[in-house]
């Protein structure tokens, strides 16, 4: 099955503790990206990554890392420096063109 | 001023009505331009792109105002599966990123 798979879907984590969000897409796109999504707003990029080893910081990367070793993956780590992480995230690629983006299901974080 | 702002709504319509949404932008050169549909607690999909000459899609019809800087979608016979929020998403240009406006959210009802 095609597509963009995010995990968990649900993550209940502790104050001061890092988490790491996984996306993973078998749709061969090169680019991916990261929102976060807070109620009543609109998304806020985070990360993007054109090409395999590349990143670069969108918005609101303070206090987000992220890796892409592999073109299928762009995991995301929300540390212990992000003040406010409770957030609907939401993994997202786009073909060649970059001006269709495909979204994920999204991961609910919420810290305690 | 944000790059993109939408009326957060909510619309409340009757089944069968007819309902116009509006989106401005603030970068005059952006240069691509789209509606994404997101229902309740779930990922935003691509409704439709929006053209200089407009299109349609169904029931659905799309306009860009170049010289306002506005884009408009305009949901005709609405139906119950309508309700949902409707995000405005631009392209500036040489900009690979696109920008989301924050939604307008449509509520039909019987």
């Known amino acids: 099955d095609g597509g963009i798979t995010q995990s968990p879907k649900y993550l209940f984590r502790k104050e001061g503790q890092n988490v790491t969000l996984s996306c993973e897409q078998n749709?061969?796109?090169?680019?991916m990206y990261w929102y976060r999504q807070d109620p009543g707003q609109g998304l806020r990029l985070i990360y993007y990554?054109?090409?395999?080893?590349?990143?670069q910081k969108g918005d609101i990367a303070e206090g987000y890392s992220v890796s892409r070793e592999k073109k299928e993956s762009f995991p995301l780590t929300v540390t212990s420096a992000q003040k406010n992480p409770t957030a609907f995230y939401l993994c997202?690629?786009?073909?060649?063109?970059?001006?269709?983006?495909?979204f994920g299901e999204g991961s609910w974080l919420t810290v305690v | 001023r944000k790059e993109v702002e939408q009326d957060p709504g909510p619309f409340n319509v009757p089944e069968g009505a007819t309902v116009a949404f509006n989106c401005t932008y603030s970068?005059?050169?952006?240069?691509?331009f789209f509606w994404y549909r997101q229902d309740c607690r779930k990922e935003p999909k691509l409704l439709m792109s929006?053209?200089?000459s407009g299109n349609e899609d169904g029931r659905f019809t799309a306009q860009l105002n170049r010289a306002s800087q506005y884009i408009s979608l305009l949901i005709r016979d609405s139906k119950l599966s309508d309700s949902a929020t409707y995000l405005c998403v631009v392209t500036p240009e040489g900009y690979n990123k696109l920008i989301f406006g924050a939604g307008t959210r449509l509520a039909v009802h019987p």
């Open positions: 929006v053209y200089s």
């Open positions: 997202a690629t786009s073909d060649s063109s970059g001006n269709t983006i495909y």
């Open positions: 990554s054109q090409i395999v080893n590349d990143f």
């Open positions: 970068n005059s050169a952006s240069q691509s």
């Open positions: 749709l061969n796109h090169d680019a």
